[in-house]
């Protein structure tokens, strides 16, 4: 936790206040503090939570001096302006879902949080990282910005990695991403085509028409279309 130490005279209009209470207090919070005016000097402390939001802030001070009979006598405000910062604690990396097929997309952000879990517009490294550990794109882009990554049909099955970082910090999420068995046709000069659109080698049954007449095939590990 951070400390703010507030050092200081107390004036009457005519002489020093010799005796008397100040009270702290950070506006817009329930941070406050109670110290005691001596020989027309005061110090007061205030300590700030670890997650306080970054912001601009007035500190109120106001010194008083206060009767036997408990009533205030005399008092006097001042507002002292404070600027807290965002410092950067961690990185954090959203998904819409960790699994996903082909032919389809991926919404993610990626945020730098600051102290009160808030982002922090900074610019970020971003991997998307293949199954076999091949790095597949790379790109700087801006933390909490929406993005989206688009999977095609022959993009490799597994567990995808997207990795981040900046100012120090790292994060990584696994994707998943399924399988497709998915074949493509073509006819030219009696002569039929068959390709393996999807992401895996294809082993299985089709069923063509030529003329009218049905005909079932058998394929065995067909090889993915590079």
Do not use: C
């Not at 008092?75 to 002292?80: A, D, H, L, N, V």
């Not at 990626?110 to 982002?119: K, S």
Request: charged content about 25%.
């Amino acid at each position: 936790n951070e400390e703010i130490i507030l050092e200081g005279a107390v004036k009457k209009s005519n002489s020093l206040l010799e005796d008397g209470f100040v009270e702290v207090r950070l506006e817009g919070t329930n941070i406050t503090n109670f110290g005691t005016v001596k020989d027309g000097g005061f110090s007061a402390r205030l300590r700030l939570p670890e997650n306080i939001r970054a912001n601009h802030y007035q500190i109120f001070v106001r010194a008083y001096e206060r009767a036997s009979s408990g009533e205030i006598t005399n008092e006097g405000i001042s507002y002292e302006p404070i600027n807290v910062r965002q410092v950067p604690k961690s990185l954090d990396i959203a998904l819409d879902s960790q699994a996903v097929s082909p032919n389809s997309e991926l919404s993610y952000s990626i945020r730098v949080l600051d102290q009160a879990g808030e982002n922090i517009n900074s610019d970020v490294s971003f991997k998307l990282i293949l199954p076999d550990g091949k790095i597949k794109s790379q790109e700087i882009i801006k933390s909490g910005e929406a993005r989206k990554i688009f999977f095609a049909k022959n993009d490799s099955p597994g567990n995808w990695k997207i990795a981040a970082s900046t100012a120090g910090f790292t994060a990584t999420r696994k994707i998943e991403v399924g399988e497709l068995m998915e074949l493509s046709f073509k006819l030219e000069n009696s002569f039929l085509e068959v390709t393996n659109i999807g992401n895996v080698p294809y082993t299985g049954f089709f069923e063509i028409t030529i003329g009218g007449k049905n005909e079932i095939k058998e394929l065995k590990n067909l090889e993915v279309e590079a």
